[in-house]
């Protein structure tokens, strides 16, 4: 397994460039980027400056291990707005364009939501219509994705959505390409299973991993903590991930919650992955 960061990690404000600097020094091999509305990496990239990011991240000595975003949070592919799900689905095809054009192989989707508890009058909507949505939208996306040869990762979120790895499981083999898996995130699972199991559940099915830790006892957002501060068996997770045969990255989704020297969240991060993936020192596990 490669071991990755994701730009969310540092600092806000803080530039691909030097993001990817501060990653190289603490040893990971990977930067997972993000796109967002605008700024350097935003709906308005084309596809040659999305090329000269790569070289910047490349010229950094990392691969770029992923591409996320937080846009499906404003634009849901299940939104009872049709709009509101157009748009949903035009941020997947520029996410999957640019994935391409950056060399990545997979990218993060959420593929909606029935309701989200943290954001402030969040639309509500019925579980039987946003599962239809979410299954007609990446279902007809799944088409792009194979055309662009990257696929999509479904993403495990406070959604109220796909709670448990047998109905992931079923939503990905519904749609029934192989440019659709899962985006897991081991971390988000701790409120209400083991993700453990929905690694031995998924299998194959996984296309890229998050890691985060998480402290039942804390609840919310706010029991979200440092690696191997909270409650996820780590050693348990990464034997079901050799067990699948699961190659690809692992990823640190961190929140930059250090008041002074934010950046020591970075190297504290890859220390514990160090130990998570039992590696002495550098070197893939």
């Not at 949070?73 to 640019?98: F, G, H, P, V």
């Not at 692992?250 to 991060?269: D, L």
Request: charged share 25%; net charge negative.
């Amino acid at each position: 397994m490669k071991k990755g960061i994701n730009i969310w990690s540092f600092r806000e404000g803080t530039t691909i460039a030097e993001s990817a600097r501060l990653a190289k020094a603490a040893g990971f091999e990977g930067i997972e980027l993000s796109l967002n509305e605008d700024g350097e990496l935003g709906l308005q990239t084309t596809d040659k400056e999305a090329g000269q990011i790569r070289r910047v991240v490349e010229d950094a000595g990392l691969e770029i291990a992923g591409l996320a975003t937080g846009l499906y949070w404003t634009y849901s592919m299940t939104s009872n707005e049709e709009s509101n799900r157009t748009k949903a689905a035009d941020i997947c095809k520029k996410q999957l364009e640019l994935a391409a054009a950056l060399g990545v192989d997979a990218i993060l989707v959420i593929p909606g939501a029935v309701g989200v508890d943290f954001i402030p009058g969040s639309e509500v909507v019925p579980y039987d219509k946003a599962y239809d949505r979410a299954l007609e939208a990446i279902s007809k996306l799944s088409a792009e994705a194979e055309k662009a040869g990257v696929s999509i990762g479904i993403e495990n979120v406070w959604n109220k959505f796909l709670l448990s790895p047998l109905e992931m499981r079923g939503f990905l083999d519904a749609i029934h390409s192989p440019y659709v898996g899962s985006y897991l995130d081991i971390g988000n699972v701790l409120y209400a299973g083991y993700p453990e199991h929905w690694v031995r559940i998924l299998g194959s099915r996984i296309k890229k991993v998050h890691f985060k830790d998480y402290r039942r006892e804390a609840g919310g957002l706010h029991g979200f903590v440092d690696l191997l501060a909270g409650n996820v068996d780590y050693p348990a997770v990464v034997a079901a991930l050799h067990e699948v045969g699961y190659t690809n990255y692992v990823t640190a989704e961190m929140i930059p919650h250090y008041e002074h020297h934010s950046e020591q969240i970075i190297f504290n991060t890859s220390a514990a992955m160090d130990a998570i993936l039992g590696r002495g020192g550098a070197g893939r596990c």
